[in-house]
């Protein structure tokens, strides 16, 4: 087992990689309650799909960790489960079955992409200057999300956001989260991550701010309302020959593609697994997420894509697919031990999204800042990521200026082929999408 996973060549142990692997699992165990709240909106039966997230979850992790060997664990993408249940399903009128034949289409594309190598190509054309701030971008976006998450900073009409209720319990113990995390990781305590949402879980239950669960184990849901209902549209062609359900497709793919590249890029650059600005064993990182995605649409669930939230396994000490193993059982024995998973509330996961984020923006000193046709779609990448609230939105704007900035400073001989390429698809994304 060690050796599969080359222990002794990236310095790790046994116990790195299990602590890392249930950090990332606690990290992104919130997904196993709000994809199955978000896709109920589109009239999908809640429990079916908590089962069929899980299972996504679980063999997505296990094929990551197995195939791949990477410490990157997989679930139904927030962003995407949204786009599904309201723009396709309640927005465009189209059934839920026919928009997991949708899913499952943009699956069976990316593994036919993935086997031709294309993927990967694609993702080692793209230069090293703007990987760091594909990386620096996410840190900002999880950081956002957990500051949101912790009620720290809220909605607002006027200004779009504010600072939160700081007297609200939840987002005091969220703070606290963040400091006592803060002191664990400057005491350089090997999985200071994971044992400050410990401390903070017990903290909140003793002054009643996250809930005892009433009970550990319960039974597994009935999956059959959802499981094969991807196949249902192939006995009415009409629902899936029509120009909607090729945008449906089409978005899919795009937005799965660059958010999976990004936390990729992301996550095994914080890991020290990048080599010579390409990823080892790409093609089958990519892989392992489109064969994810056909088995989560299988099972009932939207999109499955890698997750941001695997740098907090990283951070613990997380290097190898071992860790993706852990996670990957973890998240099929949360189909037994559901009413436990209450007590990982947004405020005992906000604190390890929050530090994980300061963590991945050091890669910005890798940027050359003082070069101004480097600099500009950099940041692009940078501030859109969170004020877009999409990881794919914030890589399509810096890549759009990166081709421009390049060409008028001089310098088109230093752009990849592939660049000019991802240019004009990007161009037409936001034109037609």
């Known amino acids: 087992m060690k050796k599969y996973f080359q222990f002794e060549e990236l310095g ?29 909106e589109a009239g999908m039966d809640y429990n079916a799909v908590f089962v069929a997230t899980a299972l996504a979850a679980a063999v ?9 060997k990477y410490p990157i664990a997989l679930a139904p993408g927030m962003g995407l489960n949204a786009f599904f249940a309201f723009s396709v399903v309640l ?26 190598g294309l993927r990967e190509t694609i993702i080692n054309a793209i230069p090293a200057q703007l ?17 949101q998450g912790a ?23 969220a703070i606290f989260g963040v400091l006592v995390t803060s002191i664990f990781m400057a005491k350089k305590i090997n999985g200071g991550i994971f044992y400050g949402m410990v401390v903070t879980a017990v903290v909140g239950m003793i002054f009643g701010l996250v809930a005892l669960p009433e009970k550990v184990i319960s039974g597994i849901p009935d999956i059959s309302p959802t499981f094969g209902a991807a196949f249902q549209a192939f006995g009415d062609f009409g629902s899936i020959l029509n120009l909607d359900f090729l945008i449906v497709v089409l978005t899919f793919l795009f937005v799965d593609f660059f958010d999976t590249a990004g936390t990729l890029m992301a ?48 951070a613990a000490g997380a290097r190898t697919g071992f860790a993706s193993v852990v996670t990957g059982v973890l ?30 923006v050091s890669s910005l000193r890798l940027i050359e800042w003082d070069k101004i046709e480097i600099a500009i779609p950099a940041f692009l990448v940078l501030i859109f990521m969170p004020l877009s609230y999409s990881i794919a939105t914030g890589i399509a704007v810096g890549f759009l200026f990166y ?31």
């Open 60 to 68: 997505g992790s296990l094929f990551m960790g197995l195939i791949a």
């Open 331 to 360: 998240f099929l024995l949360a189909l037994f031990i559901s009413p436990l998973l209450a007590v990982v509330t947004s405020a005992v996961t906000a604190p390890a999204l929050i530090i994980v984020g300061a963590l991945m």
């Open 131 to 147: 990987k760091y701030a594909v990386g620096a971008g996410i840190g900002l976006f999880i950081t956002y999300v957990g500051l």
């Open 91 to 116: 927005g465009m009128g189209m059934s839920w079955e026919t928009a997991l034949t949708g899913v499952l289409f943009s699956g069976l594309i990316f593994i036919v992409l993935s086997l031709s």
């Open 12 to 40: 790790t142990n046994y116990r790195r990689e299990i602590l890392g692997g249930l950090t990332t699992f606690l990290s992104m165990a919130y997904i196993l309650a709000v994809n199955p709240t978000m896709l109920s």
């Open 151 to 173: 009620g720290i900073i809220a909605n607002d009409n006027s200004t779009l956001t504010v600072l939160g209720d700081l007297t609200h319990g939840p987002t005091l113990l």
């Open 267 to 314: 996550v095994a650059g914080q890991a020290g697994l990048v080599k010579d600005n390409k990823l080892p064993r790409a093609g089958k990182a990519l892989l392992a997420d489109s064969l994810a995605t056909v088995t989560g649409a299988i099972f009932g669930t939207s999109t499955t894509t890698s997750y941001v939230e695997s740098t907090s396994g990283v």
């Open 403 to 433: 081709p421009i900035t390049m060409i008028v400073s001089g310098r088109s001989k230093e752009v990849h082929p592939i660049m000019y390429g991802l240019f004009v698809v990007f161009l037409c994304y936001f034109i037609f999408l």
